[in-house]
């Protein structure tokens, strides 16, 4: 080790000091220890990923580019290789390493390093680097040096922890962990090759340096909720809470504002905060904003204007900095809201118009499916030419039900043009269907859109979100099956 790389890392154990302060986040801890790694002398690319309180992975911290797609393979690792540090390679199986760091592999192989993190004995999380030592240095020497740095990480999260649970950071800390977006959907918009998609990432780092309102306009499933957390995720703001609020869900002005405003006391028997108070320095991201309740889009106006506002049945003004979030139909905003918000907008695109996309994305969810289910599914050409060319309606979300379903309905791992559902493929595709086999699809279909209902308490738009359809194929299907309520035959008869 040189006597650069030796002075970085002796700051880097300077560190762990900042731990045992409950006025720092861990992420802005892990934020500094990366930027104090990146003086080393080959350090280009690195990241921390933490498991959440669902054991979910997700970024805590990162420097450059990481590739998304190597992480997310080590962080699915799971037993007692989960503990072993490896050399990630492109095309190719991970190399593992023995304890003390040995690997069987050649430099040139090595895409990036992964050593886990581990606290009390359990891994938590992952820290990634493609190199640290640079020079002569061995792999081994390499993956040393990353267990070391893994073995920092470890002990900042314990100390911070602790620090948190005895601190008044509390509450920040877990609303924080709540919001994360795992791997599983930072990768819809980070592997994305197409024209679109590219400018779409160019849109999102603007934004997450900006704090001027955000619209995000697009059809059904293609991610808008998904991107919003995401620039939020990106932003300075990351450490402050993220919630969301339906407006499709409020048809009174009196409920939409007790949840976005909060209530004075005596309005409704105790006063008590709203969400622009809850995630104060945070984000708001208000689904469907397009179906606001003008009373609610006039002082939604109001606080966007003046930066202050009062709760329902108070008069004292309140000021917040939570920056607003509007996902909408193509329709956008009221024009008094959007002339108040002046918004910076962003089209999420469709399915449809980056089928380039298609192939990695279907990959990227069947993996998701083998993780959960010990099953790897793959698709035959015949298959992958007809999901390609299919319109997805549904988009993103219509996607992941169609992959699960496969998971449970495709009698091989080798998912061919039968196995695809009937509704997916264009006339010409569709294999030959017997009259039984067809009346099985229609029983499965009609339950598949019952349950769907009834999970949702008939609320259609929230039930043809959960299935990746429009307002108007769910309706279809409503009037097709002839479904309704028990409630609404009991009036009938």
């Known amino acids: 080790m040189d006597a650069v790389s030796f002075a970085v890392l002796r700051r880097a154990l300077d560190c762990l000091a900042l731990a045992e302060d409950t006025g720092r986040s861990l992420d802005a801890m892990l934020a500094g220890l990366l930027a104090v790694l990146s003086e080393t002398p080959a350090l280009g690319h690195a990241a921390v990923v933490l498991l959440d309180s669902d054991d979910r992975p997700a970024i ?18 799971r037993g007692p290789e989960a503990l072993l540090a490896r050399v990630l390679r492109r095309g190719a199986a991970a190399v593992i390493a023995d304890s003390g760091g040995e690997v069987v592999a050649q430099p040139g192989e090595a895409a990036m390093l992964a050593a886990p993190v581990v606290v009390a004995g359990a891994g938590c999380g992952w820290f990634f680097a493609d190199r640290l030592l640079g020079g002569e240095a061995t792999l081994a020497e390499e993956l040393r040096t990353a267990m070391f740095v893994a073995g920092l990480i470890g002990r900042m999260t314990d100390m911070a922890t602790t620090a948190v649970v005895q601190g008044s950071g509390l509450i920040q800390e877990l609303a924080f962990l ?19 998609m590219r400018q779409l990432r160019s849109e999102t780092d603007r934004a997450a340096l900006s704090d001027a309102p955000l619209l995000l306009v697009g059809e059904a499933g293609a991610g808008r909720a998904v991107l919003a957390r995401l ?9 402050r809470p993220f919630a969301v609020f339906e407006a499709g869900d409020e048809t009174e002005a009196a409920t939409a504002g007790l949840r976005l405003f909060g209530s004075a006391r005596g309005f409704t028997g105790g006063s008590s905060p709203g969400l622009l108070e809850e ?17 609610t889009a006039k002082r939604l106006a109001g606080y966007l204007s ?13 000021r917040a900095t939570t920056r607003l979030a509007f996902q909408a139909s193509v329709a956008g905003l009221s024009p008094e809201l959007a002339a108040a918000a002046s918004p910076q907008a962003i089209r999420v695109p469709s399915l449809r118009e980056r089928r380039e996309d298609i192939p990695a994305l279907l990959d990227h969810l069947l993996t998701l499916e083998a993780a959960r289910s ?12 007809a999901l390609e060319t299919y319109d997805w309606p549904g988009n993103i979300r219509e996607m992941e039900l169609m992959t699960t379903r496969l998971a449970v309905t495709a009698p091989e791992d080798r998912i061919d043009i039968a196995d695809i559902p009937p509704e997916v493929l264009t006339e010409g595709e569709r294999p030959p269907v017997l009259p039984e086999d067809a009346a099985e699809l229609r029983d499965m279909e009609r339950q598949q859109v019952l349950s769907a209902l009834e999970r949702h308490g008939w609320v259609q738009s ?18 097709k ?3 309704a309520r028990d409630d609404d035959d009991a009036q009938a008869s």
């Open 279 to 295: 995630a104060e320095g945070g984000m708001v991201l208000i689904e469907d904003a397009h179906l606001l309740h003008p009373e």
């Open 60 to 77: 805590r911290a990162s420097l450059g580019a990481p590739d998304m797609s190597l992480i997310l393979s080590a962080t699915l690792e």
């Open 481 to 483: 099956y002839g479904l």
């Open 374 to 385: 010990g099953r790897r599914m793959t698709l035959t050409s015949k298959a992958l030419r």
């Open 231 to 239: 620039i939020h995720e990106l932003s300075p703001r990351a450490v």
């Open 306 to 318: 003046t930066g202050t506002f009062t709760r329902l049945g108070g008069g004292r003004l309140r």
């Open 462 to 479: 929230r039930a043809a979100r959960e299935l990746g359809l429009t307002l108007r194929q769910i309706g279809y299907r409503i009037r």
């Open 178 to 196: 709540r919001s994360k977006v795992s791997l599983r959907y930072r990768h819809i918009f980070s592997d994305g090759q197409s024209a679109v």
